[in-house]
């Protein structure tokens, strides 16, 4: 990856999470979220996101993922305005899941954990 493309995979995370937290009023982004990361192709047509959402309702997590999507329009007409850069790719969201996968891990050592001082 050039230079360049990590200089602007790291603006556009900065200012995607920027917009979505401060200018976009979806009432369906009622979980907490972190932009984990952005990986432009090289041509600069699309950009994948890696969202992880903090909930433990699934239905109110999928709903802001669905938000974030639907931002992506206005998202990339604001960053067009503020990088000044001709082209400013698509971003194609994805859901990481990684914090789950791990959280479940970790409880389920703590319940192993537990079961064996309890024996003990």
């Not at 200018?23 to 984990?36: H, N």
């Not at 931002?71 to 971003?91: C, D, G, N, Y």
């Amino acid at each position: 990856m050039s230079n360049r493309t990590e200089k602007l995979n790291s603006e556009f995370r900065k200012y995607i999470y920027e917009l979505l937290t401060t200018k976009v009023k979806d009432p369906r982004i009622t979980e907490m979220f972190t932009i984990l990361s952005v990986n432009c192709d090289k041509e600069l047509s699309t950009a994948k996101v890696y969202v992880s959402i903090f909930s433990t309702d699934a239905a109110k997590s999928a709903s802001t993922f669905e938000a974030l999507q639907a931002a992506e329009p206005f998202l990339r007409k604001q960053i067009s305005k503020l990088m000044h850069i001709r082209t400013v790719p698509q971003f194609r969201f994805i859901l990481d899941s990684t914090m789950a996968h791990s959280q479940k891990i970790n409880q389920i050592l703590n319940e192993i954990h537990k079961e064996t001082d309890d024996n003990n």
